[in-house]
């Protein structure tokens, strides 16, 4: 199970947003500084958060972008959804009898990589961007 730079970047990028926003919009060029990613990446990745609706662009010389709900309200999940991002454990289709193996059937430990997908998928359901940016641990 990977999850790859666009859903973390993203994460990052919008967790900076929502601490920076509070009175006017928020440079990509600022974010890139201070959180170490490519301008041009973020260009991507906010492109496809801006389709989702997840932020506004703001034109002009103090233009750049602002969230479209509270921070609250961003849960992490559907900030995965908006940049194509999948946290998947297993490699089949859960949905086929076949498994990952190229076998009839679904090997042995199928279920155990199954059931830690919900957990973390859940997991991200839970958190949104103002538990990141309040440093809020709500641990199980």
Not at 20 to 45: C, H, K, M, W
Not at 67 to 90: G, M, N, R, Y
């Amino acid at each position: 199970m990977k999850l790859t730079s666009k859903g973390r970047y993203a994460v990052m990028a919008l967790a900076d947003l929502a601490k920076f926003n509070a009175t006017s919009p928020v440079s990509l060029r600022d974010i890139s500084l201070r959180q170490g990613i490519s301008l041009l990446y973020l260009e991507q990745i906010f492109l496809k958060l801006k389709k989702k609706n997840i932020v506004n662009s703001i034109r002009g010389t103090n233009g750049g972008y602002v969230l479209t709900k509270q921070p609250s309200e961003i849960k992490l999940a559907d900030i995965f959804l908006a940049v194509d991002e999948k946290v998947k454990t297993v490699q089949c289709n859960k949905e086929l009898k076949k498994g990952c193996n190229g076998k009839a059937t679904k090997c042995i430990t199928h279920y155990l990589w199954d059931e830690l997908e919900l957990h973390i998928n859940n997991f991200f359901e839970r958190k949104n961007l103002n538990d990141l940016i309040n440093n809020t641990n709500n641990r199980i």
